[in-house]
């Protein structure tokens, strides 16, 4: 405890900013989030789709699919699965099985 | 007496100037080579999800306005018609405002378009209540709301 005991307890409290004092409550911190977008259709001057700021997509599995009907509509090309059983193999144990309600990572 | 004349006049004599300004600056008649209006206008934002996940075609495909602190998530935004150029932009913003992330991309859409923006956060998101702004060349075209609970 402290000469004033007061500041003792304080030491203990959440760092706050000037703007905590006046609110009364915390701001959580922002700085780490990560964000991007990408876009269907092309940038300005461009003829192909925009670039993206992800170097993946995420999608999740529904019933039905395969590894190679998924390469099919990402990429045009049914054999391309094995790049995105690579991408996943942390979640994928057998390229014949996924499931509905997986989320697979597809490499752009 | 002869001010109340002079201020009867006015009303006239501005109406006189405003007529002869007009004769002597006539509009300019529309010429067949003037340039084709902007087709900026065109796009417009049609619809806004949030999501956990977007497919191919950069639409949600897993469509929730309840997250979990460690999921990433995902606005697609839908635009109708084109042009050459035109900026989406994304605000997502906490509770009362604190501002989370913004992002922007131009793109030059022709016909339907789907842009999608993604946000996440290594450390996990606090839990409560967000939103999503979307803005199309700088003009609010769309909000979501959606929350954060473990």
Known sequence: MGIFGK?????????????????????PDFSDVQGGS??????PGQGGPAATAAPMNTYV????????????????????????????KDVIKDPDLIYPGQSLRIPE | MHRNARAALLPFLAAVAFACSKAAAPPPSPSPYAPPPTTMAAVRVVD?????????????SDKTDSFKPMETIYASVTTEGSSPGATLAAHW?????????????????????HTEFHISKPGGWPEGDYKVEVMLNGASAGTKSFKVSK
Do not use: C
């Open chain 2, 93 to 113: 913003t906490y509770q009362d405002g604190q501002v989370v992330k913004h992002d922007e991309t131009s793109v030059a859409p022709s016909g339907t378009a």
């Open chain 2, 48 to 60: 806004v999800e949030v999501g956990r996940a977007v497919d191919m075609d950069k639409r949600i």
């Open chain 1, 7 to 27: 500041d003792d307890k304080d030491k203990n409290q959440p760092q706050t900013n000037f703007s905590d004092v006046q609110s009364g409550k915390p701001r």
């Open chain 1, 61 to 88: 599995v529904v019933k039905g699919d395969s590894l190679s009907k998924i390469a099919q509509r990402a990429y045009g090309d049914g054999n391309k699965w094995r790049k995105i059983y690579e991408a996943n």
């Open chain 1, 38 to 43: 990408s876009s269907t259709a092309p940038r």
